[in-house]
């Protein structure tokens, strides 16, 4: 299995993903959908970086 840099598409949106989490973590910031299930969130980031990674052309 070769690995790759991810895309500009999906490395965007994890770190998009990952500040709307610490944001709603951190900031006390009430955000539907998002409040409550930060760790989710971010495990979702991560996952879309990793296929960004194993995946060409994302």
């Known amino acids: 299995m070769g690995l790759k840099a991810p895309g500009i598409l999906s490395f965007t949106s994890s770190i998009v993903l990952?500040?709307?989490?610490?944001?709603?973590?951190f900031a006390n910031a009430s955000i539907p959908l998002v409040t409550g299930h930060e760790f989710?969130?971010?495990?979702?980031?991560?996952?879309?970086l990793v296929v960004g990674c194993v995946v060409r052309g994302l």
Request: hydrophobic share 80%; net charge positive; charged share 5%.
């Open 40 to 48: 989710v969130l971010v495990l979702v980031a991560y996952l879309v």
């Open 18 to 25: 990952v500040v709307i989490a610490a944001v709603s973590r």
